[in-house]
C-alpha cells in the first residue's frame, strides 16, 4: 500500500512536470518540437514508478495538456502523441523492469527500444487518422517527424535520463539493481 502511494505521489508529479516543461521551450515552437519536452518526465516515470504509471502518464498527458492549455493540438497530433507517450512509458518501465540487472547499459537499452517503439506506435496513429480524415501520412512525413526533426530531443533524453537515473542512484533514492527481479527467477526456476 505505501508503495502504491509513493507511485501514484511521484506519477502526478511526472505529470505535472510534462504540463510544465513545454513552457520552456514553448515560446519557439520549432524549438519546443525539437526537444519534446514532455517525453522526458515520461520516460522517466516509465523507469521509476513502473510500466503501469508510465503508460498511463504517458496517455492522459497530452489530452490533459490540450484540455488545460489548448496544446498540442488535439486532432492528430495530440492524439498520436498520447499513443506514442503511453508506449513510451510502458516500453521502458516494462523493460528496465524485467531487465536482469538495472544499470546504465540496461537503461540504454530499454530507452532506445522504447523510443523506437513509440516513433513506430506514432507512425501508426498518424496514418490512421489522417487516413479518417481523407489525408495521406506519407514515409518522409514519418521519417522527418519521428527522426529528423527530433534529432535535438531525442540526444537530450539520452543524455539527461541516464544522468537523472545515475543521480538517483548516488542519492539511494532509486538504486541501480544488479539482481534478477523475483518475477525473472520465478520464470526461470519453473
Same mark, same amino acid.
Given at each position: 500500500?505505501?508503495?502504491?502511494?509513493?507511485?501514484?505521489?511521484?506519477?502526478?508529479?511526472?505529470?505535472?512536470? +510534462? =504540463?510544465?516543461?513545454?513552457?520552456?521551450? /514553448?515560446? #519557439?515552437?520549432?524549438?519546443?518540437?525539437? $526537444? &519534446?519536452?514532455?517525453? *522526458?518526465?515520461?520516460?522517466?516515470? +516509465? =523507469?521509476?514508478?513502473?510500466?503501469?504509471? /508510465?503508460? #498511463?502518464?504517458?496517455?492522459?498527458?497530452? $489530452? &490533459?495538456?490540450?484540455? *488545460?492549455?489548448?496544446?498540442?493540438?488535439?486532432?492528430?497530433?495530440?492524439?498520436?502523441?498520447?499513443?506514442?507517450?503511453?508506449?513510451?512509458?510502458?516500453?521502458?518501465?516494462?523493460?528496465?523492469?524485467?531487465?536482469?540487472?538495472?544499470?546504465?547499459?540496461?537503461?540504454?537499452?530499454?530507452?532506445?527500444?522504447?523510443?523506437?517503439?513509440?516513433?513506430?506506435?506514432?507512425?501508426?496513429?498518424?496514418?490512421?487518422?489522417?487516413?479518417?480524415?481523407?489525408?495521406?501520412?506519407?514515409?518522409?512525413?514519418?521519417?522527418?517527424?519521428?527522426?529528423?526533426?527530433?534529432?535535438?530531443?531525442?540526444?537530450?533524453?539520452?543524455?539527461?535520463?541516464?544522468?537523472?537515473?545515475?543521480?538517483?542512484?548516488?542519492?539511494?533514492?532509486?538504486?541501480?539493481?544488479?539482481?534478477?527481479?523475483?518475477?525473472?527467477?520465478?520464470?526461470?526456476?519453473?
Amino acid at each position: 500500500m505505501k508503495h502504491n502511494i509513493k507511485n501514484m505521489t511521484m506519477a502526478a508529479m511526472f505529470l505535472a512536470l +510534462g =504540463l510544465v516543461l513545454p513552457f520552456f521551450t /514553448g515560446q #519557439i515552437p520549432q524549438i519546443g518540437s525539437m $526537444l &519534446l519536452p514532455m517525453h *522526458i518526465p515520461v520516460f522517466l516515470c +516509465g =523507469l521509476i514508478c513502473g510500466w503501469q504509471y /508510465g503508460g #498511463i502518464v504517458g496517455f492522459i498527458l497530452p $489530452l &490533459l495538456r490540450y484540455a *488545460i492549455f489548448g496544446m498540442p493540438v488535439l486532432f492528430p497530433n495530440g492524439i498520436a502523441m498520447s499513443f506514442e507517450l503511453m508506449t513510451y512509458g510502458l516500453v521502458v518501465g516494462l523493460l528496465y523492469g524485467i531487465s536482469r540487472w538495472q544499470c546504465i547499459r540496461a537503461l540504454y537499452r530499454c530507452l532506445i527500444a522504447a523510443m523506437l517503439a513509440g516513433r513506430v506506435v506514432w507512425g501508426a496513429a498518424q496514418i490512421i487518422l489522417l487516413g479518417l480524415s481523407g489525408s495521406a501520412f506519407t514515409w518522409q512525413m514519418f521519417m522527418a517527424g519521428a527522426f529528423l526533426n527530433a534529432i535535438p530531443g531525442i540526444l537530450v533524453q539520452l543524455i539527461l535520463i541516464p544522468a537523472v537515473m545515475v543521480a538517483l542512484n548516488r542519492t539511494g533514492l532509486v538504486p541501480f539493481r544488479k539482481v534478477q527481479p523475483a518475477a525473472v527467477r520465478a520464470e526461470r526456476d519453473s
